[in-house]
Nanobody, 125 residues
Framework: QVQLVESGGGLVQAGGSLRLSCAAS????????MGWFRQAPGKESEFVAAITRSGTLFYTESVKGRFTIAADNAKNTVYLQMNSLKPEDTAVYYC???????????????????WGQGTQVTVSS
């Protein structure tokens, strides 16, 4: 069993910053990738960013240059540094983890094995 616990969400003004953290416990060895998705009210879940154990990074276009994903493999933790936040970034942010090292489509939800409970990020204008 794996648990993913997100933290770091909150309310921030437009232009501000937040740092999300996701700590994985349980079966975490040899995980292939970790990532972040988000879901805004009334909208479908959206891929945000992902990082493989070897350090390959993936971002959705709308966050490139503003968000940075990083991982501490020793701590089984992934971070999402979010700068220059916009009201359209408001959403619940979910952490996720994948083990399979085969062909990988980071933006597809069905590529991942476990999900966290989510943390709310609200950006006021």
């Amino acid at each position: 069993q794996v648990q993913l616990v997100e933290s770091g969400g909150g309310l921030v003004q437009a232009g501000g910053s937040l740092r999300l953290s996701c700590a994985a416990s349980g079966r975490t060895f040899s995980s292939y990738a970790m990532g972040w998705f988000r879901q805004a009210p009334g909208k479908e879940s959206e891929f945000v960013a992902a990082i493989t154990r070897s350090g390959t990074l993936f971002y959705t276009e709308s966050v490139k240059g503003r968000f940075t994903i990083a991982a501490d493999n020793a701590k089984n933790t992934v971070y999402l540094q979010m700068n220059s936040l916009k009201p359209e970034d408001t959403a619940v942010y979910y952490c996720t983890i994948r083990w399979d090292s085969g062909t990988y489509y980071p933006a597809r939800q069905d590529e991942y094995n476990y999900w966290g409970q989510g943390t709310q990020v609200t950006v006021s204008s």
